[in-house]
């Protein structure tokens, strides 16, 4: 099986590490206390002229839930079209109706603007009711990939789910584990699941360089950027289970 490896890079600097280190698609975000929400324009530009591999920013205007106004859904349709027009391989996107399903108008409408662009379905999956139904949705939307952790807080606790996706699916869609992925437990997650891609935010923490700090604010400046060390790991954690 040929394994994909999606990472998040939340800095220009991650985009660069992840590439080196061999992921093989960057999910661009900002604002990662938000948990990702949409790049800015030039931070699009730049990774997109940075990069070789695969780039799909998110389309997330805020952080919070994945119920959108229209003045929300028409600044959606506007960053997509940005990436169309930056050479964006692909976008992320997830809305949900007010009853937990998926707003199969809004999103199959965003599916034809991103055209010819890949699209994936967020974890907005994981907030639905009722799991099968929102898979049934989701293919006739027209995605591409689902990244979801099995409607658990982590892909090895919803292990089975996504297993259970991944058979219902029946290669419909692809059913991308997200979530707590590690290179300590990707190779399992693997066997669990069946899944070939995988999506890790593979981050760390880093101090400022800067030489002297106004004490009397006292604020944590602390940057998260990929840890390359750990990309090259769950890559090659992947490779041994291709070779069993």
Request: glycine share 6%.
């Amino acid at each position: 099986m040929n394994f994909t490896l999606e990472t998040i890079a939340f800095n220009i600097q991650s985009c660069i590490i992840a590439q080196t280190a061999g992921a093989h698609r960057i999910e661009l975000c900002d604002n990662p206390t938000d948990g990702g929400t949409t790049p800015s324009m030039g931070f699009i530009k730049a990774a997109r002229e940075k990069l070789q591999i695969q780039l799909f920013p998110i389309i997330r205007p805020r952080g919070g839930d994945f119920l959108y106004t229209n003045d929300e859904f028409e600044i959606i349709k506007a960053d997509i079209k940005l990436c169309k027009d930056l050479g964006c391989d692909g976008i992320v996107i997830g809305i949900l109706n007010a009853d937990a399903s998926i707003d199969k108008t809004r999103c199959s409408i965003l599916v034809n603007m991103a055209y010819p662009m890949s699209v994936t379905f967020h974890r907005a999956f994981d907030r639905v009711i009722n799991m099968e139904q929102a898979l049934k949705d989701t293919i006739e939307i027209g995605c591409e990939r689902i990244l979801t952790s099995g409607c658990y807080p982590t892909a090895m606790e919803g292990a089975t789910n996504l297993q259970k996706l991944i058979l219902q699916s029946n290669d419909r869609i692809i059913i991308m584990p997200g979530s707590g992925v590690r290179a300590a437990n990707i190779a399992e997650i693997a066997t669990l699941t069946g899944a070939s891609e995988f999506h890790s935010s593979a981050r760390i923490k880093v101090n400022s360089t800067m030489n002297i700090f106004n004490d009397t604010i006292k604020e944590n400046l602390q940057s998260v950027v990929a840890d390359e060390e750990e990309i090259k790991m769950m890559i090659n954690n992947l490779q041994k289970v291709n070779n069993l």
